[in-house]
Nanobody, 115 residues
Framework: QVQLAESGGGLVQPGGSLRLSCVAS????????MGWYRQAPGKQRELVAR???????DYGDSVKGRFAISRASGSSTVNLRMNSLKPEDTAVYYC?????????WGQGTQVTVSD
């Protein structure tokens, strides 16, 4: 079993910043990817950013240049720094980990960008 503990969501004004963190525990030997997805009301879940065990990262088009994902080598923690936040970034953000080809999801943390 794999458990994911997310933290860092909240309310922020447009143009502001937030940092999300996710700590994985349990049977996490053999991590393929760690990352974040988000789902806004009425929309499909989409990739925000993910980082491979080798350190390469992928970003959703809408967040490129504004968000940065990081994970120390061998660490079970993945962080997402979100800058220049926009109202359209409002969503529930889910931590995701792929371990030996199997996906696991966190419960989600709400990010709201509003005046």
């Amino acid at each position: 079993q794999v458990q994911l503990a997310e933290s860092g969501g909240g309310l922020v004004q447009p143009g502001g910043s937030l940092r999300l963190s996710c700590v994985a525990s349990g049977s996490i030997f053999g991590i393929d990817f760690m990352g974040w997805y988000r789902q806004a009301p009425g929309k499909q879940r989409e990739l925000v950013a993910r980082i491979s065990s080798g350190g390469s990262s992928d970003y959703g088009d809408s967040v490129k240049g504004r968000f940065a994902i990081s994970r120390a080598s061998g660490s079970s923690t993945v962080n997402l720094r979100m800058n220049s936040l926009k109202p359209e970034d409002t969503a529930v953000y889910y931590c995701n980990i792929m371990v030996r080809g199997t996906n696991y999801w966190g419960q989600g943390t709400q990010v709201t960008v509003s005046d």
